[in-house]
C-alpha cells in the first residue's frame, strides 16, 4: 500500500508533463501570429489581418490598446509577434530593451489631428483666423487621448502648448483611455469638443469636423511597426504584407497618409 502510495505522483507528474508538452507542441504548429496594434488603427488593421489571412491562410490574434498600455504588456512578457506603434517614442522604448528587432522598424503611415464637436453642433465654424481663440470658442470640457501614454493625447497636448492654450484648457481636459475612447466621449455629447486623429473622425457619424491642424502645430505624426526580436517565416510573411499596394490602399482609404 505504501509502495502504491509513492508511485501515483510520479504517474501524475509525468501525465501533467505530457498534457504540457502536447499544448506547448500545439500552440508551436498553429498558423497564426500575434498582432499587438495602436487603437486607432483597429479597422485598418482587422482589414489587412483579413486579407492576409485571404492570400498566406495565416491567421491574425489582434490586441488592440493605446501604444503606451501595449508597450507595457510587451515589456511584462506579453507574446507577441508584430507591433504598431502611434509613436516613435514607445517603439524606441522597446528597441532599448531589446524586445523588438531593430532592423524592422519602419515607419508605415502617417496621421493629422483635428478639432471634432458632437454632429448636434451646427453651429460652430473655425477657420485659421478663429483658431486663435481656440479656447474662448466653448465653454464645456474637452477630451483627448490621456497624454502620459497616448499619442494622440501627446500631440493633443502639444497643440495647445504650441498655441498657448494651456493655461485656458488645463481645468477642462477629459483624459482618455486611448483616442478612440476620446472621441467616444464627443459622440456621446460628454463633451463640447475633442482632438483625435482625421482617421478616426472621418469614421464616425456622430461628430463633426471642425478644424484640421496644420502639421507643424505638433510633431510629425507616424505609424511605426516592427516584429519581435526572433522572427519566424509567418512574422516575416506579415511583414512583407504590410508594404504591398494592397495593405496601402487599405489604409488610404481608412484617411492615412501613405508617402
Not at 5 to 29: E, M, R
Not at 40 to 54: L, Y
Not at 232 to 238: G, I, L, P
Not at 244 to 259: E, P, Q, R, S, V
Request: glycine share 6%.
Amino acid at each position: 500500500m505504501k509502495l502504491l502510495l509513492k508511485t501515483k505522483p510520479s504517474y501524475l507528474f509525468l501525465f501533467l508533463f505530457g498534457f504540457l508538452l502536447s499544448c506547448s507542441s500545439h500552440n508551436k504548429s498553429t498558423n497564426s501570429i500575434s498582432l499587438f496594434a495602436a487603437a486607432s488603427v483597429t479597422e485598418v488593421m482587422t482589414e489587412i489581418a483579413g486579407e492576409f489571412k485571404k492570400e498566406t491562410g495565416i491567421s491574425v490574434r489582434l490586441n488592440f490598446a493605446s501604444s503606451g498600455i501595449l508597450a507595457r504588456q510587451i515589456e511584462s512578457g506579453a507574446g507577441f509577434d508584430y507591433y504598431v506603434s502611434a509613436s516613435k517614442e514607445w517603439m524606441d522604448y522597446l528597441d532599448s530593451l531589446q524586445l523588438v528587432d531593430r532592423i524592422s522598424i519602419r515607419s508605415i503611415a502617417g496621421n493629422r489631428m483635428v478639432a471634432i464637436v458632437p454632429l448636434e453642433n451646427k453651429d460652430l465654424q473655425l477657420d485659421s483666423v478663429s483658431i486663435v481663440n481656440f479656447p474662448d470658442l466653448f465653454n464645456g470640457r474637452i477630451s483627448i487621448g490621456d497624454p502620459t501614454h497616448v499619442p494622440a493625447g501627446k500631440y493633443a497636448q502639444e497643440i495647445m502648448k504650441n498655441n498657448s492654450w494651456n493655461d485656458k484648457l488645463a481645468k477642462r481636459i477629459l483624459p482618455a483611455k486611448n483616442v478612440r475612447d476620446a472621441l467616444f466621449m464627443v459622440e456621446m455629447g460628454e463633451v463640447e469638443m475633442g482632438i483625435v486623429y482625421l482617421s478616426d473622425a472621418q469614421k464616425s457619424k456622430k461628430v463633426r469636423t471642425v478644424y484640421q491642424f496644420a502639421e507643424a502645430d505638433c510633431d510629425p505624426i507616424f505609424y511605426y511597426g516592427a516584429s519581435k526580436l526572433i522572427k519566424d517565416k509567418n512574422t516575416e510573411a506579415f511583414a512583407t504584407f504590410l508594404n504591398t499596394d494592397k495593405a496601402k490602399f487599405i489604409w488610404k482609404k481608412n484617411g492615412f497618409k501613405i508617402d
